[in-house]
């Protein structure tokens, strides 16, 4: 039998089709009387990753980022220390993408105590208010993502709350060299901690490439503190010419990855703008007078509403700042001008 | 470093500028570069003055 159909009363039916390739599949139903109902986070806003599939670069636009403590694709930022890396969107990704971020270490030094070798993004916490974290009823989440390294062995991702003083080292392992692998960890969500539902950072998730010792703990548990791998971890950031990419991010709520939760262009961009906003220029964005005939501003409206009033920079075509007027949703650059442009422009606001 | 700024206009945004990429840095705690800021004084630090307004 390769499908079953249940008719309605009076009109319409549903089809039970098997899949056309070998081996058992079980779906199991609810085990209450009611309608059925997918599982929480499995429908909406799927993925909290934001840019998962690293196809925004507004920052760089492919160009490479070799300081540490800085934003490579959208909402992925690093940190490296002792050694030297370099960060990239490259076009190199697994099948069905088309992007992925490259760290390579450019000269490889053992990690002294301290230090954070890191890729992560910090999650807001209205984008995570359903997993009840700090709560009884803390939900279990799923991270999923694809890696590609040149260096085998034991990795870590960990999750941190905005305090840094609880902590989940789960951890992975790259097979094979140079080839893309999907991992996947699946984490109980924490019942203990402050972790906030705010503005502010949610959640954290944090790939390590070769942290300090201090950084070590246990794998597979929630610890009280901030740490980032084990000691079985491997340490690429001391490996010259030493890769490690990773694309296809996921965090979803449930005890199983799922399919990437692909959004459209516009959609993942307009994310992406809450924290970052760098409109192209061409010819400058012109304002108009206020005040007199020697005040001029420039009103910048943010294409979506920004986590909140951002840290702006700014090239003024002609005279000197007179002031800002910064919301989350406009920017307004006050200059001593009759003549009001700017030339370049940017609004950050990162967690 | 930071510099504090006077703006002409008493409604607008208090700041303070970065002067390593003279970014604009709003009075609002849940900015983290003006966060970093004030962690900045935290250590004894003191902004450049403001120039005089305009």
């Known amino acids: 039998m390769s499908s079953v159909v249940i008719s309605g009363d009076t009109s319409g039916a549903i089809t039970l089709a098997a899949p056309t390739v070998a081996g058992t599949n079980t779906i199991t139903l609810p085990a209450t009387t009611g309608t059925m109902a997918l599982t929480t986070g499995q429908i909406g806003m799927k993925n909290r990753i934001i840019n998962g599939n690293m196809v925004i670069d507004q920052r760089n636009a492919g160009a490479a980022v070799t300081t540490s403590s800085s934003y490579v694709t959208d909402r992925f930022a690093q940190a490296f220390a002792n050694a030297s890396c370099s960060f990239q969107q490259v076009s190199d990704a697994p099948t069905g993408f088309i992007n992925s971020l490259k760290l390579t270490v450019t000269a490889g030094s053992a990690p002294s105590v301290g230090t954070n070798n890191v890729i992560l993004q910090k999650i807001e916490g209205l984008n995570v208010t359903d997993f009840g974290l700090g709560t009884a009823n803390a939900l279990t989440f799923t991270l999923s993502f694809w890696v590609k390294g040149s260096v085998t062995g034991t990795y870590a991702v960990s999750f941190t709350n905005s305090a840094f003083n609880r902590s989940y080292v789960a951890t992975y392992t790259i097979n094979s060299a140079n080839t893309w692998e999907q991992k996947s960890v699946t984490i109980a969500g924490d019942t203990s901690g402050t972790w906030l539902t705010t503005n502010g950072i949610g959640l954290q998730a944090i790939w390590d490439f070769g942290s300090g010792t201090n950084l070590n703990t246990t794998a597979g548990s929630w610890q009280a503190g901030n740490y980032y791998r084990t000691s079985a971890c491997t340490t690429i950031a001391s490996t010259t010419n030493a890769t490690l990419q990773i694309t296809g991010v996921q965090l979803e709520v449930g005890s199983a990855a799922t399919t990437f939760d692909f959004r459209s262009y516009g959609t993942e961009l307009a994310l992406c703008q809450r924290y970052y906003y760098a409109p192209a220029i061409s010819t400058g964005i012109f304002g108009g007078l206020y005040n007199n005939t020697s005040n001029g501003m420039v009103v910048v409206p943010h294409k979506v509403t920004m986590r909140a009033a951002p840290t702006i920079t700014y090239t003024i075509g002609t005279g000197s700042l007179n002031g800002t007027y910064l919301t989350a949703d406009q920017s307004i650059v006050y200059i001593a001008t009759n003549t009001p442009y700017l030339s370049a422009f940017t609004a950050s606001i990162e967690l | ?54």
């Open chain 2, 1 to 54: 470093m930071y510099k504090l700024f006077n703006s002409i206009d008493a409604n607008a945004t208090k700041i303070v500028i970065r002067t390593t990429d003279g970014a604009c840095i709003p009075f609002d705690s849940a900015n983290t570069d003006y966060q970093a800021y004030l962690a900045w004084v935290a250590q004894g630090n003191t902004p450049l003055p403001a120039e005089e307004t305009k």
